[in-house]
């Protein structure tokens, strides 16, 4: 009977998954952020205190020593109890098969106005932080678009913004880690202290410890940028306009604080770049994160019939300008989403929370959305912006697409991860490679149109062209490398030496295993094949 019941249940989840969004998830993720804001008061008004932060850094100590009692046999392999379900990944970690550590942190425990950095505990959002630093005149020097991003979660992966044309990847911005290691100990770790597990923690997705805290850099703002929105017609013509923008071409043409594009055709793109403004009565003021406002992308869309444009825009609003939508997201799953009608009813419930959407996954809606759907970013030279466009189109036939102009800096020997980027793609004069975020989000067209699509073969033929240009996937989204092709993406040379030295081996699942699928993708790839 429970069975029936059950699978009843499942099937009308997978088959009416907008009805699902619309009546479940909206509304769910509406309550979830309610009392998570009442939830943050209480937690800020009672019991936050620096003094606090330590006793909560015993306890997972605490937690961590008990599990190296635990007899051989029994010892699972480590990560945090955060539920898969919260987290932004497109990926679904079995952490029912890890002993899990409750590393509950969400302070944000210091703001050293002298030396411009802030110093969280990993568990604080995008969002708390840009409410905290921006009416005290502040941002992080990167601060991306999605406010339930955790501070603790960009670091231990990656994170980049429209700012990173001037400061790099996320990674770049943290000042110094605070560790508790495999065997229970303490550790911090920055540029002179603890250096190699300084430059090995981006991107070890939580398998060389539990990050405690975090020191950021911040950067001082004006309350609202300046915004222009360049449409461009011609492929040729608007990749050289990006490099140029992003300062690929020298320093010598000045940088604006944010550069992004979003590329809607091959022959057509908007490039936007802010700087930090004042009011000025002579520009016209956007509150674009307003409920019944047309959605980012759309809005962008709008100037390439209607020419350049020029607008302030509060900084707060154009930091989470793409969060109504997550980019062009929800669109597939909301096509109606951006009727007037239906913003100015329920805007105000929009996004829904990755968490929530995440939460009502079944089986059937995951190999769904593996299979039908694309969320990649990839971070590529820019100097090949030309192939990039050409390569995902051929795959993947998927527009809009988002370009994020990225510093990728030369630490040499001491490089982690991260590869150091070729000579030959180093900015004249300096130390770092211009590289872009490619964002390829949605429905491809060739599954709009029932053609020919495979997807493990078409992912796995961007990787190759990824790693043939020297790029790396995001792994917050779903890879289709085997180990083998993983380590020619990624340099772990450093990371194998850190898991050594640091106590991390036996005790946090190694990368790859980390972020691998946890499905048999090439066994679904087949089974949802278009022929
Ligand atoms: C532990 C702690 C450390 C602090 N350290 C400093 C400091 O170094 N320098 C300084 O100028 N002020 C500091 N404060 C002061 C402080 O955060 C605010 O002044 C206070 O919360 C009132 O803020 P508000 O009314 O401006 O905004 P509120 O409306 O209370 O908060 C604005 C937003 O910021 C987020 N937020 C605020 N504080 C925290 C926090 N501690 N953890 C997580 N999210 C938070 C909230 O979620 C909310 O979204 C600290 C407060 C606490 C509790
Ligand atoms: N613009 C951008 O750059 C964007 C980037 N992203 C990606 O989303 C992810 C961030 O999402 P979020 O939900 O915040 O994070 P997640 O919960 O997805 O965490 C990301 C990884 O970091 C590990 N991790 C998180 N906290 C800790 C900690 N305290 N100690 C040790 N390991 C930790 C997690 O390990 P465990 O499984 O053990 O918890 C997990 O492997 C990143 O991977 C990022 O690249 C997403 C949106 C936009
Ligand atoms: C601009 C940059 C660098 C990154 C943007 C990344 C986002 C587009 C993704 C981060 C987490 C992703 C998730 C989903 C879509 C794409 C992201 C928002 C889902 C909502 C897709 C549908 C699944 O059912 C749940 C996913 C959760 C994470």
């Known amino acids: 009977m429970t069975g029936t019941w059950k699978e009843s ?4 989840l997978e088959n009416n998954r907008g009805l699902v969004i619309l009546f479940f998830c909206l509304p769910a993720s509406f309550i ?3 009392f998570l804001s009442i939830r943050n008061k209480i937690h800020r008004t009672l019991f936050s205190s620096p003094e606090l932060h330590d006793k909560r850094v015993h306890k997972i100590q605490s937690q961590v020593r008990l599990w190296n009692k635990l007899p051989n046999d029994r010892r699972k392999l480590l990560c945090t109890s955060r539920p898969n379900w919260l987290s932004l990944s497109t990926t679904f970690y ?3 098969l890890c002993h899990r550590i409750n590393v509950d942190l969400f302070d944000i425990l210091n703001l050293d106005e002298r030396n411009l950095t802030v110093r969280v505990e990993p568990m604080v959002t995008v969002g708390d932080i840009t409410k905290f630093l921006i009416p005290r005149g502040y941002t992080l020097a990167v601060t991306l678009e999605i406010a339930d991003a955790t501070l603790g979660g960009l670091a231990m992966g ?5 700012h990173s044309h001037k400061v790099g990847l996320y990674h770049e911005t943290v000042v110094s880690y605070e560790v508790v290691l495999g065997d229970g100990s303490f550790i911090q770790a920055s540029k002179d202290e603890n250096s190699d597990l300084f430059r090995a923690l981006p991107w070890s997705h939580g398998s060389l410890g539990f990050l405690v805290a975090l020191t950021l850099k911040i950067i001082k703002v004006k309350p609202f940028i300046k915004m222009t929105y360049l449409p461009v017609r011609g492929e040729k013509q608007y990749c050289e306009m990006i490099r140029l923008l992003s300062g690929d071409l020298g320093e010598d043409y000045p940088l604006s604080d944010y550069v992004e594009a979003t590329i809607f055709s091959r022959n057509e793109a908007v490039i936007m770049t802010g700087d930090y403004a004042d009011l000025d009565s002579a520009l016209p003021v956007n509150h674009l ?9 759309k809005y962008t869309e709008s100037f390439l019939k209607k020419g350049k444009h ?10 989470l300008r793409h969060n109504r939508c997550i980019f062009w997201v929800v669109e597939s799953m909301i096509p109606f989403g951006n009727n007037f009608l239906f913003r100015l009813l329920f805007g105000w419930l929009l996004p829904p929370k990755p968490a929530f959407l995440k939460f009502t996954t079944t089986p059937g809606i995951r190999a769904f959305t593996f299979t039908k759907q694309v969320f990649q970013d990839i971070v590529l030279p820019i100097r090949k912006l030309e192939d990039q466009i050409a390569t995902s189109e051929k795959l993947f036939d ?7 102009p990225c510093r990728v800096y030369n630490h040499g020997d001491n490089s982690g991860q991260i590869k150091p980027p070729p000579k030959e793609y180093l900015v004249e004069g300096t130390n770092y490679a211009m590289y872009n975020d490619l964002g390829i989000y949605g429905v491809p067209g060739f599954v709009k149109r029932k053609e020919k699509y495979n997807p493990v073969t078409a992912m ?7 790693r043939d240009v020297g790029g790396f996937s995001f792994l917050y989204a779903d890879i289709f490398m085997t180990r083998k092709e993983f380590e020619e993406m990624f340099d772990l040379g450093l990371y194998e030496k850190v898991r050594k030295k640091y106590k991390a081996e036996g005790a946090f699942p190694h990368l790859y295993d980390k972020v691998k699928p946890e499905i048999d993708v090439f066994e679904i790839g087949r089974r949802y094949e278009i022929k």
């Open 9 to 12: 249940l499942v099937n009308f």
């Open 32 to 34: 979830f952020n309610l």
């Open 94 to 96: 079995r952490k029912d």
């Open 158 to 162: 990656t994170g980049m913004t429209t």
């Open 289 to 297: 994160t307003r409920w019944y406002k047309p959605w980012f992308y």
């Open 310 to 319: 020029v607008e302030l825009i509060p900084l707060q609003e154009y930091l």
């Open 398 to 404: 998927a527009y809009p697409l988002l370009v994020y």
């Open 460 to 466: 796995r033929a961007m990787e190759k062209f990824t």
